[in-house]
């Protein structure tokens, strides 16, 4: 009882009787036991705080440790790459879609995204294509949670060899200068300047990597005010007005951690175990056979002891109950991620129904991760900057034109058994459930790229062309129809 409903119950005792009741039938009625304090809950944590707060002063050191762990724990690596190779694979690869009346322009449109995108032209660094940038960004959300893509606009006359006037750089989010907290009448937070409605209006960013060593690291530290324009922010997003990400391997860093030390413990006790050595005992004379020494006791060591000196042998403990306990961690470690068991690399009794059913969540995420990450915030924003660039020189470079869009197609997803799916796939476009063009797309194909081909592959007298619609069915071979009959007859 509260020292208020005390009080009360002093003053007046019918007030006080009635502020007790009602207190009692409140509590009955929202009976949350996760709610409660007490011992089951002691340590349980729940502040407030929004999306940004909760890891604020926390972030940078949670990036650092996912970092180290990439650098030292292989199951980090090892969930790391499943992700990025699921999300991204060979690559998430651009089609154009033109404007009415100039779909026969379709190639030369094709060409410059080549030619562009394609190539090493459009990194900063003169390193990877559209198609591994994609999976530095993935590898860099999973690692630290988020990255930064900046446009760096290019002239033309200074780089002749590029098609298009503008490159991207990759950025770690530690270039964000947290020192600066406001820009006129805006907030800048961790970095990131805030205009009146909440949305992001300009990033505030070192020159340099604040990591930096050797001569960089000796130049001045400043930053620069770039517009949110220019800049692609990559993370996933889990609450509402969540501006900022967090490494994917926080809820599962305390479990890596300590299954890594798990690990080294029972190195040590096999390498105990696995000890072999020969001891000697001194002659009658009193000499010592010059061997090792006790403090240097090694597998195979021949040691000579003095007289009077006896060893007494070690019983090593075993090592029971480690694959399962290993099994379990990880089967945490995965469902932490997102991830099914088995991509771990423990196929042990994986069948076909079973592969199936373990993949089924997971790519579920993949295609989420694929949808809200790189194809919305970092193909799409490419897509933009693109666009806009190629208006400035469409007419000085005599390119083809600007496209309306500019598609991103995924990658085919790995079959588990190819004639099963296969046929069943066939089945669901002949069924109406799906069309041919949309089934061509879940499987990593450009249904342009395919319809292209085949008509090319017609003209050179190989298969047959692709129906004029490509939603409808092709037409049976009648020629096949007439063999089957002769051969009836």
């Not at 407030?48 to 199951?75: E, K, W």
């Not at 694959?323 to 771990?344: D, K, P």
């Not at 009794?349 to 199936?356: D, I």
């Not at 190989?462 to 049976?476: F, I, K, L």
Request: aromatic residues 6%; contains cysteine.
């Amino acid at each position: 009882m509260r020292w208020l409903d005390k009080a009360v119950l002093a003053i007046s005792p019918e007030r006080g009787l009635a502020r007790v009741k009602a207190r009692s039938a409140a509590h009955t009625l929202m009976n949350y036991d996760a709610a409660s304090k007490g011992r089951r809950t002691y340590g349980w944590k729940s502040p407030g705080t929004s999306a940004d707060s909760a890891a604020l002063g926390s972030r940078s050191r949670l990036r650092n440790l996912s970092r180290d762990f990439m650098r030292n724990r292989a199951l980090a690596v090892r969930g790391r790459d499943v992700t990025s190779g699921n999300v991204v694979g060979t690559g998430i690869r651009p089609s154009v879609r033109m404007e009415q009346g100039q779909e026969n322009r379709a190639s030369e449109a094709m060409e410059v995204i080549q030619d562009h995108l394609l190539t090493s032209a459009i990194d900063t660094y003169g390193v990877s294509d559209i198609l591994g940038l994609q999976t530095l960004v993935m590898n860099t959300v999973f690692t630290d949670g988020e990255i930064l893509v900046r446009r760096r606009m290019r002239n033309t006359l200074f780089d002749p060899n590029l098609t298009l006037p503008f490159q991207v750089q990759l950025m770690e989010v530690d270039h964000l200068d947290e020192s600066i907290t406001s820009n006129g009448n805006n907030d800048v937070i961790e970095g990131i300047e805030y205009g009146p409605t909440g949305k992001a209006v300009a990033y505030h960013l070192f020159d340099q990597h604040p990591g930096e060593v050797g001569w960089r690291r000796r130049r001045k530290m400043t930053s620069t005010r770039v517009p949110a324009e220019q800049i692609l922010h990559i993370r996933r997003i889990e609450r509402p007005g969540q501006m900022r990400g967090i490494p994917w391997l926080a809820p599962v860093m305390t479990t890596l951690g300590e299954i890594s030390d798990y690990q080294d413990a029972q190195i040590l006790k096999q390498k105990i175990g696995s000890l072999l050595a020969f001891f000697v005992k001194s002659g009658a004379d009193g000499k010592t056979y010059g061997g090792a020494q006790l403090s240097h006791l090694e597998p195979g060591a021949i040691v000579g002891l003095a007289e009077g000196q006896e060893v007494t042998p070690s019983e090593p403990p075993k090592v029971d109950g480690y694959q399962e306990f290993m099994n379990q961690a990880i089967r945490t470690i995965a469902m932490g991620l997102g991830l099914s068991y088995e991509s771990f690399g423990d196929l042990r009794g994986v069948n076909f129904s079973s592969g199936k059913m373990g993949r089924i969540e997971m790519d579920r995420f993949v295609e989420i991760w694929q949808r809200a990450i790189i194809i919305t915030q970092f193909c799409m924003g490419v897509s933009r900057w693109t666009r806009d660039s190629w208006r400035l020189v469409e007419a000085s470079k005599g390119l083809a034109p600007v496209p309306k869009s500019i598609d991103w197609t995924a990658p085919k997803r790995p079959m588990i058994d190819p004639a099963k799916e296969i046929k069943a796939a066939v089945d669901e476009i002949k069924a109406g459930l799906t069309s041919l063009q949309r089934k061509q797309r879940e499987l990593g194909y450009d249904p342009d790229v395919i319809a292209r081909e085949r008509e090319e592959d017609a003209n050179r007298g190989g298969t047959p062309t692709a129906p004029a619609n490509r939603n409808q069915r092709p037409p049976e071979d009648e020629t096949i129809k007439e063999d089957e009959e002769d051969e009836r007859q």
